[in-house]
């Protein structure tokens, strides 16, 4: 059996102008880096606001497990069996971090012959995206402790800098720094840190914001400490947004590449859903949907993360009305969630998938809270037995909701053709309704409960009286308005990774609140989720490496 970068690099690829001609681009409209990735220019992002809006669906999954669920092949999948279909389909996916492919979870281009191209591009560098965003970050860092070294004009509190640093690494040493040691000349020394790029507020900016005046207005609303009266200091009181958006002109741009069957592809943006949004770029979701009949996107890890947050962030602000969201789970994930061991997921166990149905249950009942009609897709394993499979049908029949067994893996688009047939008769029902979560006007703490009792079925979430002081603080300022976004395990609806299943009555542990105010949310830290991610026992960059040219290891 070929591996999935064998097939990719087997794969017939069309030149990437003839991919954007498909979506009524002209080789003018494209900014090509190589043959087969370009670009999309800014005026083309403009010119294409005309046309008419098309049926956006998205594809998120059951709580991950180490079996895996497939969530990004299964949205490739569905894109391609659309096009197969007779829909004119696009996907948008988010751009990889090099933390995870180096640490431990490989690439992020989908798999089999679901995959998109080039493979190998997308997961190592790609366009740059990523290094504009730690560049931009970093530059506003630079800026800020350069101000205080000079005078500190605007009697920035050192104690109170809240702006970290960033790099696309997984490095857990660097959560905790103290920088500006060794002497006057090298600045005031205080307490400080490094992010993941993936948590950068500037990573949440980029897939926000709506065009580049946009960009730089909420970059200059970042706030990166406060004064000694408490007062905050923002990017524009630092006069840093104009740099900032020079350096993030063309990462704006979205990233147009092609499925396997040659299908576009828009692959932009990276933020994490565990600690941000977990989305791809509002501005590549928004023109593919002017550009065509369908668009398929991608919410990270589980419903309980990446699609609350696509509801109650990302919609919120761009304005989008889904039309359908597909739940992706596998018999595999299932026995996992029902408390089989790693060693025995491949022997037939209805009972154990009937059991860890509980978890599917949850995120089907969750996902109908934001009335957006709902299939849930069955990634298919070759080890799947008939009575595992007619097990979850019923009882997904049992709930109001039509699984399909997809086998998009091993057959592509035609493999997810009837998936992409139910996807489309909801799509097209106009059963959608879509509604957020909560409103805008209730309160900060109000809106964390909400998610942690509705969705993670909390019975109590705890904040402490530092938090509670702060968020109170940040409505006065003005910012009660803004959605929350919860940074936790994407393991568990709990707190505590190895409470898998469906747990009910536990408490969500809020140690701290971050203030996001140029992408517009406010972050809550539960339990003992970290920023910045630390490499396993065995990172993947050990076995990674270079053999006549070629790259092995990585997948």
């Given at each position: ?66 079996p895996g669920e497939g969530k990004t092949t299964t949205t490739v999948g569905l894109a391609d069996g659309l096009n197969r279909i007779g829909r004119k389909a696009t996907v948008c996916i988010r751009e990889a971090s090099l933390g995870p492919n180096f640490g431990m979870k490989g ?138 958006t020079v350096l993030l002109k063309d990462a704006l741009q979205p990233n147009l590449v092609q499925t396997l069957e040659n299908n576009p592809a828009f692959v932009h943006g990276g933020p994490f859903a565990n600690i941000a949004h977990g989305c791809n770029s509002l501005i590549a979701t928004r023109t593919a949907l002017h550009l ?264």
């Amino acid at each position: 059996m070929k591996t999935d970068i064998e097939i990719a690099r087997e794969a017939d690829l069309q030149p990437i102008n003839e991919i954007g001609a498909g979506l009524g681009l002209s080789p003018a409209d494209l900014l090509p880096y190589g043959h087969d990735k370009a670009k999309v220019s800014h005026k083309a992002l403009v010119d294409v606001q005309e046309a008419p809006v098309g049926k956006l669906v998205l594809v998120t999954a059951i709580s991950p497990t180490p079996p895996g669920e497939g969530k990004t092949t299964t949205t490739v999948g569905l894109a391609d069996g659309l096009n197969r279909i007779g829909r004119k389909a696009t996907v948008c996916i988010r751009e990889a971090s090099l933390g995870p492919n180096f640490g431990m979870k490989g690439g992020a281009a989908g798999g089999g012959l679901a995959q998109i191209v080039p493979m190998e591009d997308m997961n190592l560098h790609f366009t740059g995206d990523f290094h504009a965003v730690t560049s931009a970050h970093n530059l506003l860092a630079a800026l800020l402790d350069n101000h205080i070294h000079w005078g500190n004009s605007l009697g920035i509190d050192p104690r109170r800098v809240t702006w970290r640093r960033v790099m696309d690494v997984n490095d857990r040493a660097l959560r905790e720094a103290v920088v500006a040691l060794g002497g006057p000349g090298n600045g005031q020394p205080r307490e400080t840190g490094f992010d993941i790029t993936a948590a950068s507020e500037v990573m949440a900016i980029l897939c926000l914001a709506t065009d580049l005046e946009d960009l730089e207005r909420r970059l200059g609303r970042i706030v990166v400490a406060e004064t000694f009266d408490r007062t905050p200091v923002t990017a524009t009181d630092l006069g840093a947004e104009g740099a900032m958006t020079v350096l993030l002109k063309d990462a704006l741009q979205p990233n147009l590449v092609q499925t396997l069957e040659n299908n576009p592809a828009f692959v932009h943006g990276g933020p994490f859903a565990n600690i941000a949004h977990g989305c791809n770029s509002l501005i590549a979701t928004r023109t593919a949907l002017h550009l065509s009949e369908y668009v398929v996107t991608e919410a990270g890890f589980g419903a309980d993360l990446g699609a609350e947050k696509f509801f109650d962030i990302v919609c919120r602000v761009a304005g989008f009305r889904p039309d359908a969201v597909v739940l992706v789970a596998t018999i595999r994930a299932l026995k996992a969630n029902g408390g089989v061991p790693l060693a025995d997921i491949g022997r037939e166990n209805v009972e154990a998938v009937l059991a860890g149905c509980a978890n599917l249950e949850r995120h089907v009942e969750n996902l109908k809270l934001f009335g957006v009609p709902l299939v849930v897709a069955l990634n298919h394993f070759d080890g799947d037995s008939d009575a595992e499979l007619r097990a979850v049908q019923s009882l997904c029949a049992r709930n109001g909701v039509r699984a399909v067994v997809a086998d998009h893996w091993a057959k592509g688009g035609a493999g997810a053709a009837e998936l992409a047939t139910a996807v489309s008769e909801i799509a097209e029902s106009g059963e959608a309704d879509f509604r957020p979560l909560y409103p805008d006007d209730l309160s900060l703490a109000h809106k964390l409960e909400t998610v942690a009792k509705r969705i993670y079925r909390a019975e109590s979430v705890y904040l402490p009286q530092s938090v509670r002081r702060r968020l109170q603080a940040w409505e006065e300022a003005g910012y009660g308005h803004l959605p929350v976004c919860m940074a936790k395990t994407q393991y568990s609806f709990t707190a505590e990774a190895r409470l898998i299943g469906a747990p009910n009555g536990h408490e969500i542990p809020v140690r701290e609140v971050r203030l996001a105010a140029g992408a517009g949310f406010v972050v809550a830290l539960c339990g003992e989720i970290m920023t910045m991610p630390g490499l396993p026992r065995r990172p993947a960059a050990e076995t990674i490496g270079l053999d006549d040219g070629l790259i092995t290891g990585l997948f």
